[in-house]
């Protein structure tokens, strides 16, 4: 009787490694490399197109805004004092309080509205996809159209605002001629065209809330009112930061309406400045004074604006859901 004993057989040799082959660590190091850097180099043609069209003209005009700059390319370098002058001129901050005036009027009822009516289009109702697309066609007319159109309503001797307040023997208002009512005419035109397109964004972030929160409340007795405020409003705190950002640019810039609503484009804002904003006062100073260094700093001065603007708005809303 034979046993038979199997032998390992021996290992087989493996290749040869040329002398360029890379061993482990350095592929290791560069795939670690490849992972680091390759979202750099996909978010780049952002970044490069914001040096362009961002970073570079805001310097320039703050270059711009440092000179005496006529139309012909003559400048003079002066400093700081076309900000001086600015600090000083009365049509400046004039323009200033009616974009400041203007702003309040309509951004915090805009906001209100889109976030009362996004709850509403939130609800199970009956042609919910009609009403949603309905919000969203003031934001696909021209701005010029809902210019016109708001101009005729507000008219003194024929608008339809003025009719309808003459039923309750209220009389004619000219609502071009005085601060206080182009500010509400100018502002009605901003809220219609603007609270679809806010309310849109409120709603999208709605329905992200999950649904057993509201079954769990609704299980503890917390009724629909309770819900809203202590679910809906603090799970919806970043969305509505973003729209009070938007809605605070947008608003301290504000430029079309009150251009049309004027009628005639001498950027004057009314035969007193009744309705002037800083971006007509802008736009004034530059190509119809052709003073291009004291519009680049006034220019300068909105952006300052706007930045504290939106410092103060943030100071407000980042307390909603009591968040400190």
């Known amino acids: 009787m034979t046993l038979h004993v199997d032998t390992p057989a021996p290992p087989r040799p493996g290749p040869r490694r040329s002398a360029g082959h890379r061993g482990p660590g350095r592929s290791r190091g560069f795939a670690r490399f490849d992972l680091r850097a390759t979202p750099y180099f996909l978010v780049s043609p952002y970044f490069l197109l914001f040096a362009i069209f961002g970073v570079f003209p805001l310097g320039y005009t703050f270059w711009v805004s440092l000179h005496e700059w006529e139309l012909a390319g003559d400048k003079t370098l002066v400093g700081f004092d076309n900000y001086v002058e600015l600090i000083t001129d009365g049509a400046f901050w004039n323009a200033v309080v009616n974009t400041l005036g203007m702003f309040a009027l309509s951004t915090i009822p ?5 976030l009362v009516l996004a709850n509403a289009l939130n609800k199970r109702i009956r042609g919910r996809l009609f009403f949603r697309l309905g919000v969203l066609l003031p934001l696909i007319t021209s701005v010029v159209a809902v210019a016109v159109v708001f101009t005729q309503l507000y008219g003194r001797d024929y608008g339809m605002i ?20 182009s500010w509400i005419a100018i502002s009605t035109m901003i809220d ?22 509201y079954e769990a409340a609704a299980i503890d007795g ?55 904003t800083v971006a007509m006062f802008i736009v004034k100073e530059a190509f119809r004074d052709f003073d291009f260094g004291y519009a680049a700093a006034a220019a300068w001065l909105l952006f300052v604006l706007i930045l504290i603007g939106t410092l103060i708005n943030y100071s407000f809303t980042r307390r909603i859901g009591g968040s400190k």
């Open 110 to 114: 805009q906001l209100a509205l889109a």
């Open 162 to 181: 003025n009719w309808f307040l003459g039923l309750f023997d209220v009389d004619a208002i000219n609502w071009q001629n005085q601060k206080w009512s």
């Open 192 to 213: 219609w065209r603007w609270t679809g397109y806010n309310a849109i964004i409120l709603l999208a972030a709605m329905q992200t809330i999950p649904k057993d929160l």
């Open 222 to 276: 917390a009724t629909a009112r309770r819900q809203f405020w202590q679910i809906t409003i603090p799970m919806l705190r970043p969305t509505i930061i973003f729209t009070v950002f938007i809605s605070t640019i947008g608003g301290l810039t504000l430029f079309t309406e009150p251009v049309m609503f004027e009628g005639n484009p001498t950027m004057a804002g009314g035969t007193t400045g009744q309705y002037q």
